[in-house]
């Protein structure tokens, strides 16, 4: 019962996630006006907009124009279900889960945008920092401590591979590294970090072996700092445990 709830919840969530992923990088309103085919204009009606069996049952395409719906809409919306399911399984009912899905709901629209426009929003960054601390303040098993640190660390970072490389890495890097700090602390976004230069380092060889990238072209970092991260929230304790007992022996 409460995985499928949690599954329709995303689902839902993820059609909201898709506005925003649309409309943050432009600066318009996520409320106003309601949604409309990019390609002619007309309002999408509500049947048109139930996530994922929508997007089947119109084959991929506006009922109006015929124009081509983007193929981010169902993964994004499948893919938010999913992980909503994943975190009620993994965490439970517990005070965290608002603070799990609020950071997933966050990381999946950066991954969305910065794979799309090489950006990541300040809009979502900068009030995910505060909703960070504050949760793991009030909600969290964190402490305020260890959101702090995870904040100063995941930032200063960034701002360290910055100063360093002369602009190798963007400032919506390090606010995103400042987020995952306030959401994970400290040692989760440490392992979140590794976890996104190992599969970002390995992404871009193989992108160089293929031919696909050269040298000089701009990969997006966030996609893959999500993606440490996520994996730091669902997996971390357990990893950090294995990790650490490695050394006991
Ligand atoms: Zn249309």
Redesign the pocket.
Known sequence: MMIAGLCAMGAMVGSFLNVCASRLPKGRSLWMPGSA?P??G?PIRWYDNIPVLSFLVLQGR?R??R?RIAWRYPIVEMGTALLFTLAYIQIGWHSDLPLALFLLSALIVITAIDLEHQLIPDRITLPGIVAGFAGSALLGRGSWFNSLLGILLGGGAFFLVIVLSGGGMGGGDMKLGAMLGAFLGWKLLLLGLFLAALLGGAVAVALLVAGRKGRKDPLPFGPFLAFGGAISLFWGEGILRWYLSGFAN
Request: aromatic share 0%; hydrophobic share 10%.
């Open positions: 085919c390609a002619c007309s506006c109006d124009c124009g």
